[in-house]
């Protein structure tokens, strides 16, 4: 069952929340040991959660069309006396006093949140590697990465040990692992979903967005989770949420540039044929695709770790050992505590993008680098302004290739840092993107597209996502005819 079919059979009265959750907790305890998609699961209180649910469903104080519904949560959003530890060991046994906004709002809908799922360290890597805690495998290919830093969550919706959950993208990392694993992944426009409660990696780049096995209840999640927060300074007021009411199948008129720059050297074949298939779906279907130019692509990359490493160093100065998380054991003053805390506590990724957002920041190279990669964020924001001045979205890869194997990008951080190249412009932009499957490489390895849109235009990728997601099963059903 979907995510929004399972509520409707809960608020019917065929199935019970309780007996939902069961199910989950059912299906972690089988595959999670092979898997490991989650770093902690709330048996307890889950069921807790859910018979106070039952209630209220029973009561018609919960009509709403996720009421019910098991629900897993990346490790770095704060949820209030449950473990969330960033996947790292300074904050191994950090339990929170305080809940974040998105998840509040998931409770407040009526769902039941299962447990929190593995990641890389502080969200920075592209695999869930880099977690301290041990690797998450890929459900769809054993041996193979999730991608990452959500692989976890990606991992968890995938096996179908839930239907839904919440993932954090600063540079790709829910629509990159949505792609490597074969489920639906949004990273909804900056400042649409509360940033309150979610451990910042980089504040200008981070933005919580849903994780689904099908675009509808990718938006029923996105309409749960998005709203102004007065708490986040970034939050914004929107005229208009509702996203599940664009979910239609038509495409008529639209028009969908693909990046000529997207689709050259380095893209594997597989990939790009496949995403060009579901491109020609569209086309059928009465949109207008054509080849565009976007330009600047070979910075993208750069500026965002230049940008992101910056804000990394100064987000993470507050993990010193002092009032919370990991100290030291033995250290012999102050300044000493400080060093032997985050020397144990961070993992190598974390440490290199400290070092590196420390150095660029640093006197002499501050304006040589970051503000250098500041002015090359404005002049990529304006190129994607030229596109959407034409067009109403960009068709894209999610990554350059499918999932990798276990631990080949590990031995080379800059090619990791590289299969971020399609996915990093939408975060230095603020701009939505979504990743649908379309289809497997020649390995049987999931094949994912990503749609970019203009700023609060998600109902538009949401419409397209949609469409192709239908014309891919009617297709299938034809040939399988």
Do not use: W
Request: net charge negative; proline share 4%.
């Amino acid at each position: 069952m979907t995510a929004t079919e399972l509520s409707a059979a809960i608020r019917r009265g065929e199935i019970r929340v309780a007996d939902a959750v069961k199910q989950a907790l059912a299906e972690i305890r089988e595959k999670d040991g092979e898997i490991h998609a989650f770093l902690t699961v709330d048996e307890e209180g889950a069921l807790r959660k859910a018979e106070e649910i039952q209630k209220k469903i029973d009561a018609g104080e919960l009509t709403g069309p996720l009421a019910g519904v098991p629900i897993a949560v990346k490790d770095n959003i704060c949820t209030k006396g449950l473990r969330t530890t960033c996947a790292s060991r300074i904050l191994e046994n950090f339990v929170p006093t305080y809940q974040a906004e998105a998840a509040d709002r998931l409770e407040k809908a009526g769902m039941v949140i299962i447990g929190k799922t593995n990641m890389d360290e502080f969200a920075m890597g592209s695999t869930t590697e880099t977690s301290a805690f041990g690797p998450t495998q890929n459900p769809a290919a054993p041996g193979h990465v999730p991608g990452g830093s959500s692989g976890g969550s990606c991992a968890a919706v995938a096996s179908g040990m839930v239907p839904l959950a919440l993932g954090s993208d600063t540079g790709g990392s829910i629509r990159q692992p949505s792609s490597f694993c074969g489920v639906t992944g949004m990273k909804p426009t900056y400042g649409t979903v509360s940033r309150y409660g979610l451990i910042a990696y980089g504040s200008s780049l981070d933005q919580i967005g849903p994780v689904a096995g099908n675009v509808a209840d990718c938006a029923a999640l996105l309409d749960v989770i998005a709203a102004y927060d007065e708490k986040d300074s970034t939050s914004m007021k929107r005229d208009r949420y509702g996203f599940s009411d664009a979910l239609k199948k038509d495409v008529k008129g639209m028009k969908i540039g693909i990046p000529k720059e997207y689709f050259g050297d380095g893209l594997a074949k597989d990939v790009k044929d496949r995403i060009l298939e579901a491109a020609e779906l569209l086309k059928n279907a009465g949109a207008q695709v054509e080849e565009c130019h976007l330009g600047l692509i070979d910075y993208a990359i750069p500026t965002y770790y230049v940008i992101a490493c910056a804000e990394a160093s100064s987000n993470l100065e507050r993990f010193d050992g002092v009032k919370y998380g990991y100290r030291a054991a033995d250290y012999e003053d102050l300044d000493d505590m400080y060093k032997k805390s985050r020397s144990e506590g961070f993992g190598p990724e974390v440490k290199r993008r400290i070092m590196l957002g420390s150095f660029v920041l640093s006197s002499g190279y501050y304006d040589a680098y970051y503000l250098k990669a500041l002015r090359v964020k404005a002049l990529i924001k304006e190129a994607f302004d030229r596109v959407f001045s034409e067009y109403d979205m960009i068709l894209a890869p999610a990554a350059p290739d499918t999932a990798p194997r276990m631990g080949s990008s590990l031995e080379d951080p800059l090619k990791m840092y590289l299969s971020d190249i399609y996915t990093v412009s939408v975060n230095l932009c603020g701009l939505p993107g979504i990743t649908i499957p379309v289809g497997k490489d020649r390995n049987g390895l999931p094949v994912g597209m990503q749609l970019i849109g203009n700023r609060c235009e998600e109902a538009k990728l949401l419409q397209a996502a949609y469409t192709c997601e239908c014309l891919q099963k009617e297709n299938g059903k034809e040939q399988m005819a």
